[in-house]
Nanobody, 123 residues
């Protein structure tokens, strides 16, 4: 399993941007894909984006496609989520999570989690 720690959350106005960072570590870091998963109040967790270790493929949920960009710096063991054109419905706790090799749209696929960072989009 990985150890993960998110940073970069905060309050932003609609239409604004934020960049989240996820620092990860562990003996198996080279075998893990990294995902961003969010949970809005009263809603279930959803996979927002993922970058696969196995084949480099990037996954985006329908609600963020074209607005969010995931990236990964393996030298720094850090993943990023650039969030542009933010909407109030993007308000949630954002978690960084690790899963073996590939990406999945299913939350239960991921077995390592950070503590989460709050993103609030409001005027």
């Amino acid at each position: 399993q990985l150890q993960l720690m998110e940073s970069g959350g905060g309050l932003v106005q609609p239409g604004g941007s934020l960049r989240l960072s996820c620092l990860y570590s562990g003996q198996t870091v080279d075998y893990y894909s990294i995902a961003w998963i969010r949970q809005a109040p009263g809603k279930e967790r959803e996979v927002v984006s993922c970058i696969s270790k196995a084949d480099g493929i990037k996954y985006y949920g329908d609600s963020v496609t074209g607005r969010f960009t995931i990236s990964r710096d393996n030298d720094k063991n850090t993943a990023y989520l650039q969030m542009n054109s933010l909407k109030p419905e993007d308000t949630a706790v954002y978690y960084c999570a690790g899963g073996s090799y590939y990406c999945s749209e299913y939350v239960t696929f991921y077995d390592s989690w950070g503590q989460g960072t709050q993103v609030t989009v409001s005027s």
